[in-house]
């Protein structure tokens, strides 16, 4: 079996490069491109294995990658205004905190409002799957785009996402 097409997903200001090499695993890279610090969220679905990490801080221009073992799924989120309060040593977010208190969101999920982006790999058929879903809220934009892998992977998947700051139309 050869590589597969791996998407590629943009935050717009948090961007996630997913290249799949080989059936085994695929790299998701992270990549800040606001103007301020990010946490993304990482949450692996039931019965997936769990990632290395399940929350980090990104400044500004960052970049870090995190790899997913053959037939992964779960879903990831940008955080946004996060801090730690000095007195209980807990950790929050404004926007898409896990409510661990921790940077590591450990297994929780993403409080609303915040904007998922959600990958199944090596799915029905073989096929990597994703999508971008608003059933939380919107807190940041998103889009995930295809980026073929190394060994004939299908390149005829179009992107898909929320790429415009909803925050500004909102009431």
């Known amino acids: 079996m050869g590589n597969r097409a791996a998407p590629f997903l943009s935050l717009l200001c948090l961007q996630a490069l997913v290249l799949t090499s080989g059936v085994l695993s695929a790299t998701f890279t992270f990549s800040n491109n606001c103007k301020h610090t990010l946490w ?17 801080s990104l400044d500004r221009g960052e970049s870090r990658s995190v790899s997913a073992p053959h037939g992964w799924s779960g879903r990831f989120w940008g955080r946004t205004h996060c801090s730690t309060d000095p007195a209980t040593g807990s950790f929050t977010c404004a926007t898409g905190d896990c409510g661990s208190g921790a940077v590591e969101c ?12 959600e990958f199944t790999l ?8 994703f999508d971008v879903s608003l059933v939380d809220g919107h807190n940041l934009p998103l889009l995930v785009a295809p980026k073929a892998g190394g060994g004939g992977g299908n390149s005829s998947c ?8 909803l925050n500004g139309v909102c009431p």
């Open 40 to 56: 993304p969220g990482l949450l692996s679905s039931a019965g997936s294995s769990p990632l290395s990490t399940t929350g980090f």
């Open 122 to 129: 090596d799915g029905s058929d073989g096929l990597d799957f």
């Open 106 to 117: 450990s297994g929780s999920g993403a409080t609303p409002p915040a904007t998922l982006a």
């Open 158 to 165: 179009r992107a898909t996402g929320c790429a415009v700051d």
